[in-house]
């Protein structure tokens, strides 16, 4: 594999994994939201909230951090 390959798959393997583990949280995140409103439904709104809130985090950071390396 040359360099420019590399280059290239990289970003798109890096946002591969991020959708899949957000994929994974977005399925499991009802049934943490669901055991939260026993306690509190506030507490499930938060949690629910943040965990959206973070996928577009995690974009965001990943964006700023390429563009400071110019890819």
């Known amino acids: 594999m040359t360099a420019p390959e590399k280059k290239d798959r990289s970003p798109a393997i890096a946002a591969a994994i991020i959708i899949a583990v957000v994929g994974f949280g977005f399925f499991i995140l009802p049934t943490i939201m669901l055991s939260l409103g026993d306690i509190s439904p506030w507490l499930a709104a938060v949690v ?23 890819l």
């Open 48 to 70: 629910g909230a943040l965990f959206v809130l973070g996928f577009f985090l995690i974009f965001w950071l990943r964006a700023r951090h390429q563009r400071r390396r110019g």
